[in-house]
């Protein structure tokens, strides 16, 4: 999962190689609005098991690195919102969701319904500033062997680093990545990494709200929370789809199940009706900021969440 879904969470980097990474390590790969268009192109099921826990999918979070409290209150917004759809009446992050527990398992029992954050820590830089995949699958299991998190194999562990720190293949043709560790010799949990964009690539992981560097010309979106908070939380909500739909790498994907089309990373770069490569589709455009958005959440908050592949109309859907 870790190469796959980067490459669809890189929107168009030339709005065709930026939504390339997200299938296993968010990539973006942009070639059409809808990648898979035809039934005989739809999302396979590979008999895996999926992240299905009754009562919720507990997120466990490092944040790796200097964040802003005004970029952490954001992205815990969000997780907060999957709960709370906020005061506002319209779409929100909670029924941008329900096409992902639309996905099942082999026993008919579909994804968890909602996600929540049970626990956060920080970590300043106690492994500097450039940072290998594999250390941070080993932040995750160290922070499970010494108790600060449970081991939950039902959960999702999720690095996420600043915008000062270097992580191998991030902003090279990806913005993330999910996979799985073994924990105590028997358990397999999944483990999930974004980083802030801001510095190193805003136009590769942050776009809409920036511009990629050779894309077509025009104005950049104004985003609600800040370009690299922004670029954060789409890409946060990609992984999140990817790893409940194929934790394993043997639940729903397309292609290779090494560099895997997944829930999100099928549908790179559409996030309203109408969009085509470059474009990201009619928004919501808040009438004081001029940001523009497609869901609310909690705490007045505004988010833009990306397509979903329908498994049941056979087509990416957007958020409505």
Request: charged share 10%; glycine share 16%; net charge negative.
């Given at each position: 999962m870790s190469t796959m879904f980067l490459r669809s969470l890189l929107l168009p980097l030339i709005c065709v190689l930026a939504l390339a990474t997200w299938s296993h390590g968010l990539s973006r790969g942009q070639q059409r609005p809808s990648s898979l268009d035809a039934a005989s192109n739809t999302l396979q099921y590979h008999g895996g098991p999926l992240l299905t826990k009754p009562n919720g999918i507990n997120v466990y979070l490092i944040w790796y690195g200097g964040f802003s409290l005004k970029d952490r209150n954001s992205i815990t917004d969000f997780f907060a919102s999957f709960a709370s759809p906020g005061r506002r009446k319209g779409p929100s992050v909670s029924t941008w969701w329900r096409t992902i527990s639309t996905y099942k398992d082999k026993t008919g029992k579909p994804v968890s319904d909602t996600v929540r954050l049970v626990k956060q820590v920080g970590d300043v830089y106690s492994s500097g500033k450039t940072l290998k995949r594999a250390q941070l699958a080993n932040f995750v299991k160290s922070k499970i062997e010494s108790k600060i998190f449970p081991l939950d194999p039902d959960g999702i562990y999720l690095v996420?680093?600043?915008?000062?720190?270097?992580?191998?293949?991030?902003?090279?043709?990806?913005?993330?990545?999910?996979?799985?560790?073994?924990?105590?010799?028997?358990?397999?949990?999944?483990?999930?990494?974004?980083?802030?964009?801001?510095?190193?690539?805003?136009?590769?992981?942050?776009?809409?709200?920036?511009?990629?560097?050779?894309?077509?010309?025009?104005?950049?979106?104004?985003?609600?929370?800040?370009?690299?908070?922004?670029?954060m939380i789409i890409n946060i909500a990609t992984l999140l789809a990817g790893a409940t739909t194929n934790p394993f790498k043997t639940g729903y994907f397309q292609g290779d199940a090494l560099a895997p089309l997944e829930a999100v990373t099928a549908c790179p770069g559409i996030f309203g009706a109408g969009a085509y490569p470059g474009y990201p589709g009619a928004l919501l455009v808040d009438k004081m900021s001029k940001a523009s958005y497609n869901a609310y959440g909690a705490n007045g908050r505004k988010f833009l969440l990306p397509a979903t592949w329908d498994l049941i109309r056979l087509n990416c859907k957007v958020i409505t």
């Open positions: 996420l680093t600043a915008k000062d720190v270097t992580v191998e293949r991030f902003c090279m043709g990806s913005c993330g990545f999910h996979d799985s560790i073994l924990v105590g010799g028997s358990t397999r949990v999944v483990f999930a990494h974004v980083g802030d964009p801001t510095v190193q690539c805003p136009g590769l992981c942050a776009w809409p709200y920036a511009l990629p560097a050779y894309g077509p010309p025009g104005p950049a979106l104004v985003a609600p929370n800040g370009i690299g908070t922004d670029g």
